[in-house]
């Protein structure tokens, strides 16, 4: 791998890790092993490291979601792929949450010129997702649906990082799945609004 690539691999990490805000050049450059002036010569501004992450983070998504896409299976199958990434990496989301969530947030309340870039990053799912949903026959709430799964995803994120509970993510993943499994059998739960 080149150095600009092990520059922003270090930097995704360290930003999911602990926050773009708070991590520094000297931090980066220190888990490359490079010295300051060699680092300015790929990135001259923390910025421009943080676009390059989200161009990253995007491409990763893009990839994935290609995969599973290419694994075949049915539109169900591939909205159980993305409802078992919280059992996936429900490590990392127990310790800094979802880095997708997370550097939406911090941006949020930095009001970063970049918010509305790692936005993208949602997009991404939430089109997916609707997609999807549009393959099994629910094209006038895809997008309703999609943005619930969402909205559902990110609570138990939050949640599992507060309460760092692995039953708690598993459970909500099997209730994930029921909402799921009652919503292509037309048949949604009582009490749920979408």
């Known amino acids: 791998m080149d150095t600009r690539n092990q520059i ?4 995704d990490r360290l930003f999911y890790e602990r926050g773009y805000d708070v991590t520094s050049f000297a931090d980066i450059a220190g888990c490359v092993g490079l010295s300051r002036g060699n680092f300015y010569y790929y990135f001259k501004t923390k910025d421009e490291i943080l676009n390059a992450v989200i161009a990253l983070r995007i491409a990763n ?7 599973w896409e290419a694994e075949g299976g049915t539109p169900a199958e591939r909205i159980r792929s993305f409802i078992n990434i919280l059992i996936v990496n429900r490590t990392k989301i127990m ?21 509305t ?9 939430r089109e997916w997702l609707a997609r999807q949903f549009c393959a099994l026959g629910r ?11 969402l909205m559902r995803s990110q609570g138990v994120s939050a949640l599992a990082t507060a309460f760092r509970d692995e039953t708690f993510i598993r459970r909500e993943v099997d209730a994930m799945q029921t909402w799921l499994d009652a919503h292509i059998s037309g048949r949604p739960l009582a009490n749920q609004s979408v």
């Open 117 to 125: 870039d790692a936005v993208a990053l949602f997009t991404l799912f």
């Open 95 to 115: 310790a800094y949450g979802c880095p997708v969530g997370s550097l939406c947030n911090e941006l949020a309340k930095l009001d970063h010129v970049a918010k």
């Open 139 to 149: 094209e006038t709430d895809a997008d309703a649906l999609s943005l619930h799964l």
């Open 8 to 11: 922003v691999d270090a930097a």
């Open 61 to 67: 998504t893009q990839r994935m979601l290609e995969a």
